[in-house]
C-alpha cells in the first residue's frame, strides 16, 4: 500500500439505526486532515451532527435519452436494446419514459441513424463545505427520483485521496450500499447483539467478502443483548474493532444532534484507537 | 378486430385484473369470429416499466382495444400513440366484458385512470 | 380489510417491534415482511414456511472466456464499472443494461436472467406471514416488495380477514412506495432525535405524495423530552394524529432477543401504551367503514 495515499473507510451495517452515522461522524472528527462523506442520500444526516457550513452546490443529472424526430424512421432498434423498458416504438413513434432509463448510453450508441442523443435529467444534488477542519460532502436524492447510484458516485467524485476519507453508506445491502463501500480501504460494519442485528450483520458479511474488502465490527449497544454476535465474529475470524455499551447520555446527546467525543471527550481517544486497529488490521489481514 | 382483456387467469371465466402492466393474463379475443387465446403476461418480470412493455407487447400483436380496470400513465401513453382504444373501468368476469363491449356499453377512456406505480404493491 | 403499514424513514426506529405487537393485539391478519432487504419479522413470528418462491428480475452479464478475444469493447461501453481488466463481469457491480452484450462483436456475453430473492408463504402463531429476503447486492426495484403485498392481500381476502398489517421498507425510494400504495393507513415511527424527524418529513413527502392517511407514534420518547415536544408540536401543526408515545425499556431488546413480541414478553407501560395504540386505530379504521 501507497504510504502517500490516505485510508478510505467506509461505515456500514445490514440494518438500519445500529448507529453507522454516529460512529462514521465521531470518527471523523477525532481525527486530522480528515473528509466526512455522507453516501446515504436518501436519507444524509450526518449535516445535522457536524452542521457544516456548505461552499459549494452541484446539481446530479443523469443522462436521459432524446430522440431527433427527423433522423428516426421508427426501426425499433432503440426499443431492442433497452432492456429496462425505457423506450417504446409503436406506430413508428418513439416513447422514452426516462424515469426508468439507467443512463447505460446503448440506445444512442446502436441507433442505425443517430437519431438519438443525451439530454440531462436532474436527480439529486451534491453540497460541499467544512466543519471546522474537516472537509464535508455529502448527497441528496430528489423525492420521487428511484436510483440512488448515480448521485452517490457522483459524491464519491469528490473523495480527496490527500486526505483520510471516512464514508457514512446507506443501510442494507442492495445496490446503494455496494456504491457507497466499492473501492474504499476498509468496511466498519456497524451492528447490535439482538437477534435483528446478526440477521443483517451475516447478510452484510457476505456483500463485502464478495466485494473482497477488508473489514471489521463495531458493536453498539453491546450490553443490551445476547452473546451471539460476538460468537458468529469469533467463529468467523471477524476482528470486533470497538464495543461501546447503551447509555442513556450517548442516547439523549445523538437525539439532539450533538457529537460524543464533544460532550464526552474521552471517547476522542476511543476513536482514534479506533483508526489505529484499523491501519493495523488493513496492513495484517487475518 | 382484436380485443385484449387482462385477466387473472387463461379462461373466459376469468375475472377482469384491474391492472394493464401487471395482470397475470391478456385474454386476446377476435370480435370477427369470436376465438381467443390466452397469452401470459411477459412484462410482469419487468423490474420496471411493466405497462410501457405491456403496451408494446399489445401494440405488436395488432390489437385495436383493451378492456382493463385501471390504465396507469405510461401504458396509457403507448397506447393512445398506438391507436390502441382503452376501455377502463371494467370487472366482472371477462366474458361479460365481452358482451358489454359487443353491446356498445363501454366508452372510451380519455386519460389515465391511476398514477404511476398503481401497480406497485397491490 | 384494513391494510396498515409501519414505516419509519430511517432504520432502527423499533418499526418490526411495533408491527409485532400489531400482529399479537389484532384478530384477523396477515402479516407482511416488506423490508426485503433486511427482513427481520420472521426473527419474532417463527414462522413455518408452506410455500417458497424463486423470485427472478433483471439480468446480469456472464462472460464467455472462451470466446473472449480481448478487444475491450465491452469495457469501452460500459458505464458501471463492471467490467474487470481481465475482461470478466462483476456481477455485482453489474446493472443489466446489456450494452456489453449487444456490442461484442464475439457475442461472447449472454445476459442471464437473476435470481433476485425469495418468498415465502408461512404460518405463525398470530396467522399466516408472508416475507421475502432480497439477494445481496441485488437491484430493490420494488417489485419483490409488491409481491409480498400481493399475496398477503390475496391470503386475507381468500380468508376473509380484517386486517393486513406491513413491516415497511426504510428510505424513501420505490421499495417504501411499493409498501405504502393502496394502504388505508400508514404509522410513521419516530425516534425524538433531530435525524428521527428529518428522515420521518422525508418519508411524509412520500405519503403525501400517494395520498395515503398517515399516524405518528413516538419510541422511546424519554430518551429526550424536549425532542419529543417538538415533534408533537409540528405534527400537531399540520393536522397529523399522534397515535401515542411508547416508553424506552430494555425488555424491548429482551423481548427479541428471546424471538417474542413484546406483548407476549411482558406487561409494563410499554406494552400498556401499545395496546392503547392498537385500540385508537382499530377504532379509526372500522369506523372509518
Known sequence: MEKSRKLIISVASGKGGTGKTTIAVNLALSLSNVQLIDCDVEEPDCHIFIKPVIESRHTIFIPVPVVNQNKCDGCGRCQEVCLYNAIAVVNKEVIIFPELCHGCGSCTYFCPHKAIEEEKKEIGIVEIGKSGETQFVHGKLNVGMMMSPPVIRAVKKHINKKKTAIIDAPPGTSCPVITAIKDTDFVILVTEPTPFGLNDLILAAEVVRKMRLPFGVIINRSDLGNKKTDEYCARENIPVLMRIPFSKKIAEI????????????????????????????KVNPT | MK??????????QSNVDPRFGRCPYYIIYDTEDGSFKAVENKSNLAAGGAGIQAGQNISDMKVEAVITGNVGPNAFRVLSAAFIKIYSGASGSVKDAIEKLKKGEYRETAGPDVGSHFGMGR | MKQIVIISGKGGTGKTVITGAFAALARDKVMADCDVDAADLYLILDPE??????????VTAFMHRELCEGCGVCKTVCRFDAVRDDFTIDPISCEGCGFCSFACPQNAIDMRTNISGELF???????????????????????????????????AEDKNYQWVIIDGSPGIGCPVIASITGVDCAVIVIEPTLSGLHDAKRVLGVTEHFKVPVKIIINKYDLNHDMTKKIERWFKDRNIKILGKVIFDEAVVKSIVEGKTIIEYSNNQVTETLRIIWRLLEEELEGAN
Open chain 1, 254 to 281: 445523538y437525539s439532539r444532534g450533538d457529537l460524543i467525543i464533544k460532550v464526552l471527550p474521552e471517547y476522542n481517544k476511543e476513536f482514534q484507537e479506533l483508526y489505529k486497529k484499523i491501519e493495523q488490521v
Open chain 2, 3 to 12: 380485443v385484449a382483456i387482462t385477466s387473472s387467469g387463461p379462461t373466459l
Open chain 3, 49 to 58: 414456511v408452506k410455500e417458497s418462491h424463486i423470485f427472478k428480475s433483471g
Open chain 3, 121 to 155: 408463504i408461512s404460518d405463525t402463531r398470530f396467522g399466516p406471514l408472508v416475507y421475502a429476503k432480497l439477494g445481496i447486492a441485488e437491484e430493490n426495484s420494488g417489485k419483490l416488495v409488491s409481491l409480498v403485498r400481493q399475496k398477503a392481500k390475496e391470503i
